[in-house]
């Protein structure tokens, strides 16, 4: 439908800046679909690291990837307590993570 003036008067007309409540469904299902294919990709990365930390005894579980770009893992097993666990998060895990997943910012062990 037109107005007198040639403009649109559909609510669904593509209107920059204005949100309306078919917008908002497929902004959140955009937002989740791109969350998910994030911790997909870094499951995939730390399934690479994981044989090489279960060797020795230790593993990783991936606890959160944030908004902005923060994967937080939980260091498990032998890697708890180890003195090396820290330059293993950064030169093994965030390493590789950051090769696979250049969106990753960095990565923090938490408790």
Not at 85 to 95: C, D, K, P, S, Y
Request: charged share 25%; glycine share 10%; aromatic share 0%.
């Amino acid at each position: 439908m037109l107005t007198e003036a040639g403009g649109s008067v559909c609510p669904d007309a593509a209107v920059a800046g204005v949100a309306g409540p078919g917008r908002e469904l497929i902004m959140t299902e955009q937002v989740k679909t791109a969350e998910v294919e994030m911790k997909e990709k870094v499951e995939a990365a730390l399934a690479q690291v994981r044989p090489m930390l279960q060797r020795d005894g230790g593993d990783v579980e991936l606890v959160e990837v944030t908004d902005e770009g923060i994967v937080k893992v939980r260091l498990q097993g032998a890697c708890q307590g180890c003195p090396m666990a820290q330059m293993t998060l950064q030169m093994g895990i965030e390493r590789v993570l950051k090769e696979m997943v250049p969106d990753i910012k960095s990565v923090e062990a938490v408790a």
